[in-house]
Structures are given as C-alpha cells and as structure tokens.
C-alpha cells in the first residue's frame, strides 16, 4: 500500500503522510519536531501567592459542588 504524498507547508519539500507520524498532516518531520531549544524556567512563588491560589481553588470547588449537588425543591 503507497502512502499519499503530501507537500510541506512549511518548506514546500515532498513527503509521505504516514500513520502514526507526529506533528501535523500538511507538514514533513523535519519541520513537525517541536523547537526545545528554550528551557523552560518554573517561576517560585512565594507563601502569598499560593494561600491566594488555594483559596481561590477552593472556592471553585466549593462552587462546583453547590452547582451539582444542590437539591431542587
């Protein structure tokens, strides 16, 4: 079975579009592969911070849950 040939939209170079190929169908490989060359860096935070996050969170939950479990009289 042939694979389709595709053209890059990127480079414009011919390729086969196979099953299973990473990235996107209109582009080769080569131009599929993800740019790592930045690491990423994890910002810290400080104690403030995430008490304001947890409590924000757990006010989503709260809500979610009045939402979903409440009774309808």
Known sequence: MAFPIKVCAVCSEEFELKPGKPGFANRC?????PDSAEP???QSE??????????ANEARRQ???DLLYRKDS
């Open 29 to 33: 490989p080569a131009c599929s592969e």
């Open 40 to 42: 990423t860096v994890k």
């Open 46 to 55: 400080d104690a403030d911070e995430r008490k304001n996050r947890m409590e």
């Open 63 to 65: 809500a979610m849950r």
